[in-house]
């Protein structure tokens, strides 16, 4: 899959990076408390072998969560209690410079403590445009929104073509439900063949800028608003049935569960990872 919620040195601490997945690292985290806020820096490496021309949008946004009800940040499991949450917040905001192959910038940001004991959940996400509305009928609220991760096979390019999301009865308490189905298309010249690995993973996350009213400024369901990712789950994992040639489709499917109170849904598929 993409990037998982993975702790930092530090206790109570986890990040998780959505965007750019195989372009920019994450490297050197240092995390100090001070007062009543905590002091975030780390780097931000280019990984590939060429310059990463500037004016990369990124977004650092930070949650807190109770511990006794979101315990393991990591797990890829719904909080225990879905009204977790205690404070979702963007703490920096900007552009990457250009970097050369294994060059790194730093990035500093504050964050509040929100409460003593609470977990801390970082999620930094690069707005690449690889993160599109998922084209359902009739149209979902809240918003969900897929990205597609590309196999690794050259030549090999798949796009959503037809999905949809449809309310079913949820089978955890506190929590709404919702049943994602979602077809792809090889659209690249290369045939994928039978048994390549396929998985869905989901996303839940809140507004971290507080831009929930459709009067804001920006979008409350869309991506470029900044978001604190809350936890991720994976309804799907399997591999695929027979080969997809140039123009054929497979289709993945699985239910997403969604905490009370706004929030945005980001639905990830993977080939081949």
Not at 42 to 67: E, I, K, M
Request: one cysteine or more; charged letters at 20%; a negative charge.
């Amino acid at each position: 899959m993409d990037y998982p919620r993975c702790g930092t040195p530090y206790p109570k601490w986890w990040w998780n990076k959505n965007g750019l997945l195989e372009k920019v690292g994450i490297r050197n985290w240092d995390i100090q408390q001070v007062g009543r806020t905590f002091q975030v820096r780390f780097d931000a490496v280019n990984l590939t072998d060429a310059v990463l021309d500037s004016g990369q949008v990124y977004t650092l946004s930070h949650a807190a969560v109770d511990p006794s009800g979101h315990r393991d940040p990591s797990s890829l499991t719904v909080p225990a209690d879905p009204r977790a949450l205690l404070g979702a917040e963007a703490i920096v905001q900007g552009r990457l410079p250009r970097l050369a192959p294994g060059q790194s910038v730093t990035i500093r940001a504050e964050a509040q403590a929100f409460r003593e004991d609470a977990n801390h959940l970082l999620t930094i996400s690069f707005l690449d445009g690889q993160q599109v509305r998922l084209p359902a009928e009739p149209e979902p609220s809240p918003w969900f929104w897929v990205r597609v991760l590309q196999p690794d096979t050259r030549g090999a390019v798949f796009r959503t073509v037809t999905s949809s999301v449809e309310a079913v009865d949820s089978r955890i308490p506190g929590y709404e439900a919702r049943h994602v189905r979602a077809t792809l298309q090889n659209v690249g010249s290369v045939t994928l063949r039978e048994g390549t690995p396929v998985a869905m993973g989901h996303s839940s996350a809140a507004s971290a800028a507080g831009l929930w009213s459709p009067e804001d400024d920006k979008d409350p369901n869309d991506p470029g608003n900044p978001y604190a990712v809350i936890f991720r789950t994976i309804p799907y994992q399997g591999v695929l049935e027979r080969a997809v040639a140039p123009g054929g489709t497979f289709t993945v499917e699985g239910t997403v569960y969604l905490p009370p109170g706004p929030c945005m849904q980001l639905i990830t598929v993977s080939v081949g990872r």
